[in-house]
């Protein structure tokens, strides 16, 4: 039943135009998690790239400068989000752009193990689009992002970048403040 429930949140995710629709599957996403735990649904060139048993569970770093998400699973995925730039958090909703060149303040990363044995993995990481906070509140938080991605070992090769979009709900995230108040972080953020 888990199994084809996710498989309907999914589809919904990556098939329904409607924000509320895509609002509601991460409603959803979110009752069936745990404290410290996350979904991530992420599509790589129209397939999904995470297992759909995978829970992640991890860590926010958030300073005034920059957050920094790090979410494991149980079977050793790991995605990694970096927000930055001066007062990041200020926005309604947090939305940060992502581009290969230049600076890199906003990234995503995402790998996985696809032979333990032989330790062969297979990473992607973000060129260029968009990452949104949709919701970001110390109790719950709500990242979508759509773009391109290349292979860790291309990245720089642009005719190589393949489309990717996702959708990670984090419930009661573990979060150290730098130097930042909670108030501060979170005071400026909407919620669902």
Do not use: H
């Not at 509140?137 to 292979?151: A, L, S």
Request: aromatic share 10%; charged share 25%.
């Amino acid at each position: 039943m888990t199994r084809w429930l996710l498989l309907v949140f999914t589809f919904l995710v990556f098939s329904c135009s409607s924000k509320e629709s895509s609002d509601r599957a991460a409603d959803q996403l979110f009752e069936s998690l745990k404290e410290n735990q996350a979904k991530i649904v992420i599509s790589i060139g129209g397939n999904n790239f995470y297992p759909q048993e995978s829970i992640f569970s991890g860590q926010v770093l958030i300073s005034d400068n920059l957050m920094s998400l790090t979410l494991t699973d149980q079977f050793e995925g790991k995605t990694i989000i970096n927000l930055g730039g001066e007062k990041w958090y200020a926005a309604k909703p947090i939305k940060k752009a992502i581009g290969s060149e230049g600076p890199i303040e906003t990234s995503i990363k995402m790998g996985k193990i696809v032979d333990k044995e032989k330790m062969i993995g297979e990473g992607y990481m973000m060129a260029e689009g968009e990452i949104t906070a949709t919701t970001f509140t110390k109790d719950k938080m709500v990242f979508r992002f759509k773009g391109k991605v290349g292979k860790y070992s291309d990245f720089q090769q642009p005719d190589k970048y393949i489309p990717a979009e996702g959708l990670i709900v984090y419930k009661k995230p573990s979060v150290s403040l730098g130097n930042i108040t909670e108030k501060e972080a979170f005071s400026s953020s909407i919620s669902n």
